[in-house]
């Protein structure tokens, strides 16, 4: 991150004080001091703003096809909830906020959308929204800017073109870098139009293949319809789309998540909890035929122990997979909608979805933003050469090519597919040095937290010669090899971070990075 900093902030001198470059640099020396940003992408209908309501944990992106879901739409952490419109021209105006009854009208089942049909602009006439920003007080918000995109199949081109511009740009005058500098890409199915833009995702934001994609089989639990063991079969499902694209370098991990259940037990109500138990005490056979679908389960003529309005709210937030899952764990001994909540996040997806972005994105922040800020200087300076800051582009390219932490994020992903021919417990052992279990250097080592200093790094001195000599074997292949370097690097940042003054914090690894 310091050299990042630097090599932005000497590109910036280069250029005149009120240029475009100069601007764009300012841009994004800024972004070095946000929040990372986190962008959702997918096929139309593929279910972002469900799973974004769900990984901040309220209802605040909306979920039913109006005019807000076709812009793309900055969610940040804020005092209070506000909603700003944004044209071309950076002109903003306010946009109304409002909460829709869901179709049952129970309290507690609404729904959120924007009133874009006159906003107030605070100059000129109307213009048409470019943007929407929402500022809303969530702790998820505070470390990580989420970007809800419009669907990348939408029957409208310009749709389209809003989610491609901000992940792919490609206009070469305006040398503009991507605006995220991570990427969740949900697929329902893996076809020739996802490939092709995760590749374009990939030749934009990384030189040497793609950074900070993960994939989510999104709607999990549909792949089963509904079955108990959907999941099971939108795991397998998961994995061959894993073995697809992380071979070829364009995402790091896929993982399968049922949004519509994330988000409905990240906010379970009591009421809903009363109706599971309820339900719990219907003879399986019985309650087996009320869900073979949604609108025969709300039928009011079925002799069920819930409201039949009660029962169709059930099913829009739950799903008939929910309704199950969450009968079958009251039946095994769930006795509260606490305990209920927690084991129905758990079976989601949510809980290891957020593990993987926790490892692969929050830790790795600054990683993350200072590659993006590599990339937009390498864009801005070739886009307008004949300056003083073209004496920085090798420095800057040097960086994104083999900055070590980059390097690891690759091969995390190659280690969930690939078999390398080590034993089992050295490849455990390499996934977990180089992070996958986390990077703070306890956990890379498989050390308690409590162990001194001292121990940390004997135990990474040793990691070094062990990855080390297993890189030199001479039966080694060339893969693997450059594998077990990468795992040696590794164990020599931690080695390097003890050799720091004792009052450095030993909390982060972060080896030879910008």
């Keep these: 991150m310091p050299e990042a900093r630097r090599l932005v902030a000497a590109a910036r001198q280069a250029f005149a004080p009120r240029s475009r470059p100069a601007a764009q640099l300012d841009e994004c020396a800024r972004r070095l001091d946000q929040p990372l940003r986190v962008a959702l992408a997918g096929h139309l209908k593929a279910g972002k703003s469900t799973l974004l309501n769900a990984l901040v944990g309220q209802d605040i992106a909306p979920t039913d096809a109006t005019e807000c879901t076709r812009m793309v739409t900055w969610y940040r952490n804020g005092s209070a909830p506000r909603v700003t419109a944004f044209a071309a021209d950076g002109s903003r105006a306010d946009v109304v906020v409002r909460r829709q009854a869901g179709a049952d009208g129970l309290p507690g089942a609404h729904g959120l959308t924007f009133d874009l049909t006159a906003p107030r602009w605070d100059r000129g006439p109307a213009r048409e929204v470019d943007h929407l920003e929402v500022e809303w007080p969530a702790a998820a918000l505070a470390r990580t800017t989420i970007i809800d995109t419009p669907g990348t199949s939408s029957l409208s081109r310009e749709v389209s073109i809003r989610t491609a511009r901000l992940l792919t740009p490609e206009d070469s005058e305006s040398a503009a870098p991507p605006g995220a500098d991570a990427i969740v890409y949900l697929l329902r199915r893996l076809d020739a139009a996802d490939v092709g833009f995760l590749e374009r995702i990939g030749s934009t934001t990384g030189r040497s293949g793609p950074l900070g994609v993960i994939g989510v089989v999104s709607r999990a639990d549909e792949i089963g319809a509904g079955r108990i063991d959907a999941l099971h079969s939108a795991r397998d499902v998961a994995a061959r789309f894993a073995g697809e694209l992380e071979r070829t370098g364009l995402c790091q991990a896929v993982i399968p998540v049922a949004g519509l259940l994330a988000f409905a037990a990240v906010t379970l ?67 509260d909608s606490a305990s209920l909540a927690t084991e129905l996040t758990r079976r989601s997806g949510l809980d290891e979805l957020r593990s993987v972005l926790d490892i692969q994105f929050a830790q790795r922040a600054d990683q993350l933003k200072a590659h993006s800020a590599l990339t937009a200087l390498d864009r801005i300076v070739s886009a307008h050469p004949g300056t003083a800051a073209d004496q920085l582009l090798p420095r800057a390219r040097t960086l994104l090519a083999d900055v070590h932490g980059f390097a690891e994020l690759r091969l995390l992903g190659r280690l969930r597919t690939d078999e390398l021919p080590l034993p089992a417990d050295d490849l455990a052992e390499m996934y977990r040095l180089i992070g996958g279990s986390g990077i703070a250097p306890q956990l890379r080592l498989g050390l308690p937290a409590t162990a001194d200093p001292a121990t940390v790094r004997a135990q990474a001195l040793a ?36 050799r720091e003054p004792p009052t450095a914090p030993l909390t982060r690894v972060r080896p030879r990075h910008p």
Aim: include cysteine.
């Design 463 to 498: 990691a070094v010669r062990k990855w080390r000599a297993r890189a030199r074997h001479p039966l080694a292949d060339q893969v693997t090899a450059n594998a077990c370097l990468v795992a040696t690097r590794s164990a020599e940042g931690i080695a390097e971070l003890l």
């Design 269 to 335: 109500r009591q009421r809903e909890y009363d109706a599971f138990e309820a339900l719990a005490t219907v003879p399986a056979e019985e309650l087996g035929a009320a869900l073979l679908s949604a609108d025969r389960f709300a039928r009011p003529d079925l002799p069920l122990p819930v409201p039949p309005e009660l029962r169709a709210h059930l099913a829009a937030r739950f799903g008939l997979f929910g309704i199950r899952m969450a009968v079958t764990l009251i039946r095994l001994g769930v006795r």
